[in-house]
T-cell receptor, first 112, second 117 residues
Framework: EPEVTQTPSHQVTQMGQEVILRCVPI?????FYWYRQILGQKVEFLVSFYNNEISEKSEIFDDQFSVERPDGSNFTLKIRSTKLEDSAMYFC??????????FGSGTRLTVV | AQKITQTQPGMFVQEKEAVTLDCTYD???????LFWYKQPSSGEMIFLIYQGSYDQQNATEGRYSLNFQKARKSANLVISASQLGDSAMYFCAMRDCPTDSWGKLQFGAGTQVVVTP
């Protein structure tokens, strides 16, 4: 069964450093998303991406965040200058059909 | 404003019994989709079941069924014949953008289910 692949599974970074979280969506999917889940809290929408541009973003997705689809397969989330409160599980998701959102297994980001 | 409400933070259920997880939602859009996801302790999000607002029948997927009561704005998940592997966090989510079938999901706070032998 096709999967959404996220790397790394766990990343530890120092406050103020830049991090790039990587995702390989399912190959024929057209819509891509990033969500985050702070430990013990609910899953929050960050950004959606379609046709090489952001289609929607949340209040969380400020100027410190950016997304890119640098080639036909990768979809990345960059955090320019990490803060302690950025520590969370970050999920990539993709979809083709109206109900077929597939999530990756997540990247646990720890900012120290 | 809170759009998805899961009032049960945690539940214990015995193996082989059925369990119902509550979910209520709030939207003024006539077209929306409701989803349930399972998150085991390993962290991944596993899609379980989908219900569209115009679907005439309640959705079923194996041991999972969705008790959709549109007038009450509720979409409860029923897991029949619970197994130990069902122990996980369960999230209800909604997509409520009628003009965009690919819109974002909004999640509830989740219900932690523990299945006991």
């Amino acid at each position: 069964e096709p999967e959404v692949t996220q790397t790394p599974s766990h990343q530890v970074t120092q406050m103020g450093q830049e991090v790039i979280l990587r995702c390989v969506p399912i190959s024929n999917h057209l819509y891509f998303y990033w969500y985050r889940q702070i430990l013990g809290q609910k899953v929050e929408f960050l950004v959606s991406f379609y046709n090489n541009e952001i289609s929607e973003k949340s209040e969380i997705f400020d100027d410190q965040f950016s997304v890119e689809r640098p080639d036909g397969s990768n979809f990345t989330l960059k955090i320019r200058s990490t803060k302690l409160e950025d520590s969370a599980m970050y999920f990539c998701a993709s979809t083709l059909r109206r109900y077929g959102y597939t999530f990756g297994s997540g990247t646990r980001l720890t900012v120290v | 404003a809170q759009k998805i409400t899961q009032t049960q933070p945690g539940m214990f259920v015995q193996e082989k019994e059925a369990v119902t997880l509550d979910c209520t939602y709030d939207t003024s859009d006539p077209s929306y989709g409701l989803f349930w996801y399972k998150q085991p302790s390993s962290g991944e999000m596993i899609f379980l079941i989908y219900q569209g607002s115009y679907d005439q029948q309640n959705a079923t997927e194996g041991r999972y069924s969705l008790n959709f009561q549109k007038a009450r704005k509720s979409a409860n998940l029923v897991i029949s014949a619970s197994q130990l592997g069902d122990s996980a966090m369960y999230f209800c989510a909604m997509r409520d953008c009628p003009t965009d079938s690919w819109g974002k999901l909004q999640f509830g706070a989740g219900t932690q289910v523990v299945v006991t032998p």
